[in-house]
């Protein structure tokens, strides 16, 4: 364990692959009190910084496209003890009202999100990392129904950021670390044992 007090776990996996559904059911396991989850999507830079394509389009699937300096602030400072604040980013959608997130430390610290294993100064701090593995096709048809449903993105507008932007940062920015990681959970069908694998981690460093 790299911190005395904390143990710090990332999680990645490429658009469309669970994460969201994942960690929810994996918080269901434990109290705020256990485990903190950071989300990377509450730090996305406002959309006037973020990178503009060749042909106008802002790209939010960069490395750039969140605010990486306070992403990692707030996981050194719920490790020294102190809890963070965030207002919860709302994918531009002028009808999702934004909330504010709050999280307190906890001896188990979850950051989760594309760039996780990317940011060096964060892949060198992180004691357990997972990737959570679905075809990348299956992904598309599941981010096209969620953006539609949720965001109130177009089909067209959905697979235009998909090969454009998505597919080519997953493939530079998160796919060269899976193999290194300490699990790979597959969430083609149902990620259930992988879950328990890692509730199963968690619980044992709360036993030491």
């Known amino acids: 364990m790299k911190h005395n007090q904390t143990y710090l776990i990332g999680i990645a996996g490429g658009s469309g692959s669970g994460k969201t559904s994942f960690l929810r059911e994996l918080m269901n396991h434990f109290t705020p009190a256990e485990v903190a989850l ?8 406002p959309k006037e910084k973020q990178h503009v394509d060749e042909n106008g389009q802002h790209n939010f699937d960069m490395p750039t496209s969140i605010d990486r300096k306070h992403f990692y602030d707030d996981m050194m400072a719920l490790i020294s003890g102190a809890s ?5 980013y709302n994918f531009n959608n002028p009808a999702w009202e934004p909330q504010k997130v709050i999280v307190n430390p906890a001896p188990v610290v979850i950051m989760e999100g594309l760039f996780v294993f990317h940011y060096e100064e964060i892949w060198n701090q992180l004691d357990y990392t997972v990737f959570i593995d679905v075809h990348h096709e299956e992904r598309l048809n599941r981010r096209i129904r969620r953006d539609s449903e949720e965001r109130g993105f177009g089909v067209d507008q959905v697979k235009y950021q998909w090969f454009n932007h998505v597919r080519p940062a997953e493939e530079r920015y998160l796919e060269p670390f899976v193999s290194k990681c300490s699990l790979v959970v597959d969430n083609n069908e149902h990620f259930g044992s992988g879950l328990d694998e890692l509730v199963g981690v968690i619980r044992g460093f709360q036993g030491k």
């Open 84 to 88: 963070i604040e965030k207002l919860e």
């Open 38 to 45: 950071v989300s990377q999507d509450n730090y996305y830079e």
